[in-house]
């Protein structure tokens, strides 16, 4: 069995609300999440499933996912796509003055965004760490903490 990046990329989806990456056509729509998927890939460490065996032309993995597998992945993706929003909206806090940024109100917002971007990439986090606690042995526990 198999599993598609869109089930990976549909629970994203579910979790941010951004009009722009919902304006961008199917096609780059999906090469945008594929991207961050490769991304998120990095993060997620674990000797429960080769996460290497996929078949990015046909944008699926080789086996079977678990909905858990699946859900740190898409915490991840979400990290990832979080990232880049707070760099821009740092830099042009960079580039105004402290009156000019509280006009435009973009503090607030990169509060925000700060905030939901510790708050997934905990999750992301625990969820592994949980994950990987439950489905692997002490030996390769010890392993993967050798890894971080």
């Known amino acids: 069995m198999s599993t598609p990046y869109d089930n990976i990329h549909n629970r994203v989806l579910i979790k ?3 009009r722009d990456l919902l304006s961008l ?3 780059d729509l999906e090469e ?3 991207n961050l998927l490769r991304s998120a890939l990095v993060k997620f460490r674990t000797n429960n499933v080769d996460l290497s ?4 032309g046909a944008r699926e993995f080789n086996t079977t996912l678990s909905e858990i597998e699946e859900e740190i992945l898409a915490l991840f993706e979400v990290v990832e796509w979080l990232t880049p929003q707070i760099k821009s909206i740092d830099i042009l806090k960079q580039n105004l003055s402290t009156k000019d940024y509280k006009l435009a109100s973009q503090a607030n917002h990169l509060d925000k965004l700060q905030a939901l971007y ?3 990439q905990i999750t992301a986090e625990r969820l592994r760490i949980d994950y990987n606690f439950r489905t692997t042995s002490l030996d390769d526990l010890l392993w993967l903490l050798n890894m971080d």
Do not use: G, I, K, T
């Open 16 to 18: 941010v609300s951004d």
């Open 25 to 27: 056509l199917p096609a």
């Open 32 to 34: 945008y999440l594929d």
């Open 53 to 56: 065996d996929r078949n990015d």
């Open 118 to 120: 510790r708050e997934s």
